[in-house]
């Protein structure tokens, strides 16, 4: 086992990652950027060192001071979180190159999976079902061919990153020129790859993704099922396991699917499969997300199974001690993203001073975050402050417990969206589990309090 690992993240998840090391005996090296010296990870860890300007390209992103870092300190390796440097085959490489172990899959599977395109084609070779689409388009002359035999409505999508950018949906002929050069624009711009591909757009469907975990020697277990289709501008808000659309039927065939996709890229650690599912029960791969999920905790309350560690335990070469059939999924897990912004102003966020802060506990209650009194929230990152999940014998019970944590959590000083998570859990299509990736912005809509952008 490793004596020593560097976090290359920030907020909650290198607090979650340094709660887990300190579990495990293992000494962490936290990184920071010049915006982030009052962080809670920089107190947490056994050491901390500043790796530049506050802005991400100029700190977190940083390749060459995170590895010099990790040399200097000591560290055997580096887990990278989600976001920032956990999705990049080059960073992956520059660990390998220095003797340090990369926590997550091998260079080649992350650029694999990475290109979404090529992952499609590896998904087509090992059976498993796609979005109908197209590979690769070369121009708008060339999109507009492949539009009219994919049939609107469609998304364009860039090959490379996620969060969101570089995706565009279609309704008609008419916007196909512009969407196509903003989408390859953006995806130049937040990635630095304008290369774009197109697939049919499923209306009112779920957005379910299985949870993988991998060992060096061929295990694969598949962890069950989160159900993310409330979102907005595809930022998942609620996460949570078991679905309650997926029957046991349909959950054995995505959890076959989820463990060939693995195998066929060779995988280790924990990985996701994020699908498409209809209200016939076919499901669609969409992609796969290389790293640890920011909704990995829903799973975690329903099978027991500390993904961190195990993600540690792979790195180091240890064996999974368990066995798909030692998997099962124990009552009902939610998830609010708590995020510093104002979503009655067009999600606007909000930083600042956190004046006063009380946070939800109880049995199965937990929050994950790197806020407390005191801390400013810098302008420069990601919105999500904390994570809220609960977990309850049946969903209904699940959802009662996250309405009453809800009530009790306070945070003043900066803005944020408990309200709205309350909203939406008082929502019909939420309350039945009928909801898709349409309802969040059909709920907004009919409010009158927004208007969402396509």
Not at 211 to 233: F, H, P, T, W
Request: charge should be negative; proline fraction near 4%; hydrophobic fraction near 40%.
């Amino acid at each position: 086992m490793f004596s020593k690992i560097l976090i290359a993240n920030r907020g909650e998840i290198a607090v979650r990652i340094i709660r887990a090391c300190k579990e495990m005996g293992i000494a962490t090296v936290a990184v920071y950027s010049e915006a982030d010296r009052e962080a809670l990870h920089v107190s947490l860890a056994d050491e901390s060192y500043c790796v530049g300007a506050p802005v991400p390209k100029e700190s977190y992103l940083k390749i060459n001071n995170i590895i010099a870092v990790a040399v200097n300190s000591g560290a055997e390796a580096i887990h990278p979180g989600y976001g920032f440097l956990a999705e990049n085959a080059e960073f992956a490489q520059k660990c390998a190159e220095n003797d340090i172990v990369f926590i997550g899959p091998l260079p080649g599977t992350i650029t694999q999976m990475g290109d979404k395109d090529t992952a499609r084609k590896t998904m087509i070779a090992a059976g498993v079902p796609v979005i109908p689409g197209c590979e690769l388009v070369q121009d708008v002359t060339h999109a507009k061919a492949e539009a009219e035999r994919i049939g609107f409505p469609l998304l364009i999508k860039a090959r490379a990153g996620g969060g969101g950018k570089g995706i565009r949906l279609v309704a008609s002929a008419d916007e196909l020129e512009q969407s196509y050069n903003s989408a390859v624009q953006e995806a130049q711009t937040s990635f630095g790859d304008g290369a774009v591909y197109m697939e049919k757009y499923l209306t009112d469907v779920k957005h379910i993704e299985m949870q993988v975990l991998a060992d060096n020697y061929g295990g694969v277990v598949c962890l069950g099922e989160r159900d993310c289709s409330i979102q907005r501008k595809n930022q998942k808000l609620i996460e949570e396991s078991p679905s309650p659309v997926v029957t046991d039927e349909v959950r054995e065939k995505m959890i076959h699917m989820a463990r060939e996709a693995s195998l066929a890229v060779n995988y280790r650690g924990a990985g996701t499969i994020e699908c498409l599912c209809d209200n016939d029960g076919n499901f669609y791969f969409m992609e796969m997300n290389t790293r640890i999920q920011v909704e990995h905790p829903v799973t975690e309350m329903v099978t027991g199974i500390d993904l961190v560690k195990w993600q540690i335990r792979v790195a180091a070469g240890v064996k999974l001690d368990f066995s798909q059939s030692d998997i099962s999924l124990q009552g009902h897990a939610i998830e609010c993203r708590i995020c510093a912004e104002n979503p009655y102003m067009d999600f606007r966020p909000s930083a600042g001073k956190i004046t006063m802060l009380h946070v939800p506990n109880g049995p199965w209650v937990r929050f994950d975050s790197a806020i407390y009194n005191g801390y400013v929230v810098p302008p420069y990152y990601d919105s999500m402050i904390g994570k809220l999940i609960v977990s309850a014998k049946t969903r209904e019970e699940a959802i009662r417990k996250m309405k009453a944590a809800l009530c009790e959590l306070i945070i003043e000083g900066v803005e944020h969206n408990s309200n709205l998570q309350m909203e939406i859990l008082d929502y019909d299509d939420f309350e039945s589990g009928i909801y898709t990736t349409g309802s969040l912005e059909r709920l907004l809509a009919g409010k009158g309090q927004l208007t969402i952008d396509s």
